[in-house]
Nanobody, 122 residues
Framework: QVQLVESGGGLVQAGGSLRLSCAAS????????MGWLRQAPGKEREFVAA????????YYADSVKGRFTISRDNAKNSVFLQMNSLKPVDTAVYYC???????????????WGQGTQVTVSS
């Protein structure tokens, strides 16, 4: 239905910023609610942020609220995650995901990207 490819990960010092991108192919991204989720070593995959099909509504995990911003550009079939004031606890593989509804659980998303590594040093 849709292929998702993340980019923009890397290594950054605490307090720095990164902007993750997710590009879709195979089907227009406007058909899906989109989310960003992450998985740190030895931990379960967790919800980070979600955005509705139109971009009118956004949702954030308490741990990133006020620091991260999710956005989408349906004309470009793209979703973004702006990450500011990064902390070492943000270190994880970040995944772009698509689903039938914006949700705060990984199980709700049916399509996933390959993930991009974000490492925040002390």
């Amino acid at each position: 239905q849709v292929q998702l490819v993340e980019s923009g990960g890397g290594l950054v010092q605490a307090g720095g910023s990164l902007r993750l991108s997710c590009a879709a192919s195979g089907r227009t991204l406007s058909s899906y609610h989109m989310g960003w989720l992450r998985q740190a070593p030895g931990k379960e995959r967790e919800f980070v942020a979600a955005i509705s099909r139109s971009g009118n509504k956004t949702y954030y995990a308490d741990s990133v609220k006020g620091r991260f911003t999710i956005s989408r550009d349906n004309a470009k079939n793209s979703v973004f995650l702006q990450m500011n004031s990064l902390k070492p606890v943000d270190t994880a593989v970040y995944y772009c995901a698509a689903g039938a509804a914006a949700a705060t659980t990984p199980q709700a998303y049916g399509y996933w990207g390959q993930g991009t590594q974000v490492t925040v040093s002390s």
